[in-house]
């Protein structure tokens, strides 16, 4: 069973710019988060999709958004990029609910601001 | 408020037994998780309590006393391979909405 990708794996923007990234889950898994990692400050919550609605959401501005489509694929962007948004931006699957429903992470995207 | 503690680092001996505290403060509980990250990887799942008391799998072994908010990672027969981060993360009361720790990096020396 293929593991979870994401698209691009790096990406260089200028600060005012936005961008998109992309998440395709494990095949079967209808639940994706994503994640932001900074050596600073961890690994953040940012939000939750299922069923192509947001369940979660972390405590992050509205710059960043997000949606998942009918194939479970999901995908982010953040507007108006800050030199702080530098980070890796991780997506994780698994099944919907309940139990030791891990998440299985993909690669992610490493994104640097400039 | 959402507050989550391990330390920062550890190093322990090839063979040697390590454990890794985790002491957490959340609204919502709904499980507790630890992943190990090697290096420039994605975290990787290696366990999950949600009742109180130790979970066994393999050398890697996961206690939860919910009572006094802890958790701890232990570690037996380590191996140089162990060498990584440990992240402790508590699931809140919905969905997959995750609470991170920030980390514990684990040396394994020879």
């Known amino acids: 069973k293929a593991g979870v990708t994401q698209t691009p794996r790096y990406l260089i923007k200028t600060r005012g710019q936005q961008v998109t990234l992309s998440c395709s889950p494990i095949?079967?898994?209808?639940?994706v988060s994503w994640y932001q990692q900074t050596p600073g400050q961890g690994l953040q919550f940012l939000f939750e999709?299922?069923?192509?609605?947001?369940?979660n959401k972390g405590n992050f501005p509205g710059r960043f958004s997000g949606r998942q489509f009918s194939n479970s694929r999901s995908e982010m962007n953040v507007s108006t990029l800050e030199l702080g948004d530098s980070a890796l931006y991780l997506c994780?699957?698994?099944?919907?609910?309940?139990?030791?429903?891990?998440?299985?992470f993909g690669p992610g995207t490493r994104l640097t601001v400039l | 408020g959402q507050n989550i503690d391990q330390p920062t680092e550890m190093t322990a001996t090839e063979g040697a037994i390590v454990q890794i505290n985790c002491t957490y403060q959340?609204?919502?509980?709904?499980?507790l998780f630890w992943y190990q990250q090697h290096a420039g990887e994605a975290p990787t799942f290696l366990s999950y309590?949600?009742?109180?008391g130790l979970e066994e799998k393999g050398r890697f072994s996961s206690f939860l006393s919910r009572s006094k908010g802890y958790s701890y990672l232990l570690l037996k027969e380590l191996q140089m391979k162990d060498s990584a981060s440990y992240l402790c993360?508590?699931?809140?009361?919905?969905?997959?909405?995750?609470?991170f720790g920030p980390g514990t990096r684990l040396s394994v020396l020879p």
């Open positions: 959340t609204s919502g509980f709904n499980g």
């Open positions: 999709y299922f069923s192509e609605t947001q369940r």
């Open positions: 309590n949600v009742l109180d």
């Open positions: 994780a699957s698994s099944l919907p609910r309940g139990g030791s429903n891990e998440q299985f």
């Open positions: 993360a508590v699931r809140k009361q919905d969905g997959q909405n995750f609470v």
């Open positions: 095949s079967g898994h209808r639940s």
